[in-house]
């Protein structure tokens, strides 16, 4: 048992990814940050400038999904095959792993608690393991397995599984994601740090460990808190981190001035391999709709040179969701989890286009909450399907229910309500 980390005593956050995994545990950090505690945040180098602008430590870990992505763009053409996603991280994670040994001592050096998120939570975990520290995990999707809340992977399938096929599916997945971190994890990881590795099923299946708890980083009025998890598993609220001071091109500007509310369209941190024929198609569901829209390139989901193509259609690189989202009709995004969060806090409608992993889960979250139609199929899109969804998208009802969404996500604090939580487990000093 541990006492809990006195103020002044470091805290490590682990988390690899993209923007939408990165910028909502710098948030948290800050808030811990807040509470006294130095923050340090692991992750891969091209994020150190966002880590160290919001005034947190920065460390680093071999683990950078934008080279990877924009070195091979036909990964995000696999990214709903499950099977190939699985075999094409197995390898990169491996190949990153025979670095996150020595990168993960040197992060945790001084620290006083390890904070695992996403695909380096076993690595953290290995690491308070082997240094004897306290460990939590905190996520962005939902992980705890339940009778009533199917996996994310099945989301569309039905509503609802019976109970015993949920459970099923959940312990499936488990074996899936071992299975993908094993090599790194068993043959790299434990080694190194003279631990004992995992049994064949991996370390998914011990009930009632402390080391089980997990605090939830997304909106309980986007997904509820399923009644039968335990109280180890906790839902906060979404952690948004927001661009002060951020000043838009003029051009943005007066685009925005000359005419009604656009649609933002953009995917963020997604790639394509065939962004032209990609943008081909949205610029075509634009045209038929009649609506001005601000397309995003971001890192390369679509193409564009930035400025106004004409008085419909404006593209930029990127703009802060927090002060674009606000000014936007409705947003046709991937369904990411940072990207769902900024739309439903907006109180805007939502147009998901998924491209791999969460984002079909996301969509059908928004689509349940009444905040947006059914997910268009990215993998044949079609003109007419974008356009007629985002017609649907605004039409009175999911206008409505998206500004009651935002009303109640504007209402919560998720990072206060993270270190609360952190606090109530006894990890934090009161």
Known sequence: MHKPLAPGRSIAIFTIGTQGDIRPCVALGLGLQRAGHPV????????????????????????????????????????????????????????????????????????????????????????????????????????????VLPPMVLAGTRQRLPA???MGAYQLLRLLVWHVMRPAINDIVRPQLGLRRYPWYGPYFNT?????????????????????????????????????AWQPPEALHAFLDAG????YIGFGSMVSSQADRFTATVLDAVRRSGRRAVLATGWGGL????????????????????????????????????????????????VVVPFYGDQPFWARCLQRAGAAPAAVDRRDLQAVALATAMDVALGEDIRQAAQALGSRVRAEDGVSQAVDCLRGWGLLAS
């Open 164 to 166: 015993w096929l949920s």
């Open 208 to 244: 009632g460990r402390q080391d089980s708890r997990v605090v939830y980083g997304f909106s309980q009025h986007v997904l509820p808190r399923p009644a039968d998890w335990p109280d180890s598993a906790q839902i906060a609220g979404y952690w948004f981190l927001d661009q002060p």
């Open 40 to 147: 340090r945040i692991v992750t891969s180098d091209n994020f150190a400038g966002l880590v160290r602008g919001a005034g947190l430590e920065f460390f680093p870990l071999t683990s950078d999904f934008q080279a990877l992505l924009e070195m091979d763009r036909s990964i995000a053409d696999q990214g709903l095959d499950m099977r190939a996603m699985a075999r094409i991280f197995r390898g990169h994670f491996a190949d990153w792993a025979t670095r996150w040994v020595a990168e993960g001592q040197a992060a945790c050096e001084g620290a006083g608690l390890l904070v695992g998120v996403g695909n380096s939570t076993l690595l953290a975990k290995s690491l308070a393991e082997a240094r004897g520290l306290p460990f939590v995990c905190a996520q962005l999707q939902p992980l705890t397995p339940s009778r």
């Open 303 to 350: 193409a564009g040179q930035d400025g106004a193509l004409d008085e419909q259609i404006f593209f930029i690189r990127h703009a802060p969701h927090d002060w674009l989202f606000p000014r936007m009709a409705a947003a046709v995004h991937h369904g990411g989890a940072g990207t769902t969060a900024a739309a439903a806090r907006a109180g805007i409608p939502s």
């Open 260 to 263: 009604p509310a656009p649609v």
